[in-house]
């Protein structure tokens, strides 16, 4: 065997006889460094992390004890296999040693063969820990690969969908890119509130983010005639557009069941879909829920997707100013509109400005 590829020992002893002795035992198998007081100890270790250590307890200045508390707490060193090698017999001090996270416990006068077989024993042990670790951390690797793989898919999936809705309805430019910044930002502001801390986690604002763009997927069902009609709509044919909150969330359900998709993105998407067109005060559409009943994920959408509507131009209306839109959103609070949304809303004008400046129609 290369000596380099020998596994490395690290012997810790105030006494020089005793560092002789452990050097020559262990010289023709392992590669042997030693260090007569804990200080010295502890750099060798930090410097080069040997394979195990043999530690002596009575030492002048810093016991052994202190040497392997030290060590423990580094996480640089934590996992290095502490033998105790030591004059100390009583069961309190082998108790103290092992509690203190070192793997065995050998009494001077000692058996080199039993050494031997001990250091040996406990270096296999080791390196069955360091192999599963490895895996562990391959597996954990592996698994973010595959998650990150999914999440691409699902994005590329969004897009395709969105692009099928965008395609057939172009005078809505940049909806779904401001609605979804606008979404995102509410969903901040909210988290701050103590009512919403606890809901809206950082993950789950990424999700109401992510499922956003697919609140008009319904749209795609509802035909161009009526759809793309320049002048205003009669109530039959209003009564056909409304049609698309119920129309989307079954397609996304039909999808899921396609894909076998039953997570929390999926189930997202559908109650932003499905109700964002609801009304606090109970008079909004497809089932008429009432306040709290409404998924916050929409009450969110429909506060974002009416502030964008009333904010850009359609062939059948002008804009309106941003203070305008405002007005309407603040006076909408508790009929239209969760108050607790309009709140937040409230709350953060100059981001709004900001994301509708970033994508303003036409670009």
């Not at 996480?75 to 070192?102: H, N, Q, Y």
């Not at 909150?245 to 079954?250: F, N, Q, V, W």
Request: negative net charge.
């Amino acid at each position: 065997m290369i000596a380099k590829d020998r596994p490395s020992i690290l012997v810790v002893d105030d006494t020089p006889h005793n560092l002789s002795t452990m050097s020559n035992l262990l010289k023709d198998q392992y590669q042997v460094k030693v260090s007569n007081n804990g200080a010295r100890a502890l750099e060798l270790a930090n410097g080069a992390p040997p394979d195990q250590i043999l530690l002596d307890i009575m030492m002048p200045e810093m016991d052994g004890f202190e040497v392997c508390r030290i060590l423990k707490s580094d996480p640089l060193t934590m996992r290095i296999p502490v033998i105790f090698l030591t004059a100390k017999t009583s069961m309190e001090d082998e108790e103290e040693g092992l509690l203190m996270g070192a793997v065995d416990f050998i009494h001077k006068p000692f058996s080199p063969s039993i050494v031997l077989a001990r250091i040996k024993t406990q270096l296999q042990i080791k390196a069955w820990q360091d192999f599963l670790q490895d895996q562990n951390a391959w597996l954990k690797e592996e698994v973010e690969r595959r998650l990150s793989e999914v999440s691409r898919l699902q994005e590329s999936s969004i897009l395709v969908m969105v692009s099928l809705a965008e395609f057939r309805d172009a005078c809505t430019g940049n909806h779904i890119r401001r609605t979804q910044g606008y979404t995102r930002v509410l969903a901040e502001q909210l988290a701050l509130s103590p009512k919403h801390a606890g809901y809206l986690s950082v993950p789950q604002i990424e999700l109401i983010s992510k499922s956003a763009p697919l609140h008009d997927i319904g749209k795609i069902a509802i035909p161009d005639q009526i759809l793309l009609k320049a002048g205003k709509l009669t109530q039959d044919e209003f009564d056909v557009i409304k049609t698309h909150a119920s129309r989307g969330h079954d397609m996304l359900r039909t999808a899921g069941g396609y894909m076998g998709e039953k997570g929390d993105f999926l189930t997202m998407a559908m109650d932003i879909s499905h109700c964002h067109h609801e009304k606090w005060d109970g008079t909004g559409y497809p089932n008429g829920l009432k306040g709290e009943r409404i998924p916050l994920s929409a009450r969110i959408m429909a506060v974002a997707d009416v502030f964008d509507a009333l904010t850009t131009s359609r062939p059948y209306k002008a804009a309106m100013t941003f203070e305008q839109a405002v007005a309407i959103i603040t006076e909408g609070g508790g009929t239209h509109f969760d108050p607790q949304v309009v709140e937040a809303f409230m709350a953060i004008q100059t981001d709004l400005k900001r994301i509708a400046a970033l994508w303003t129609d036409g670009q």
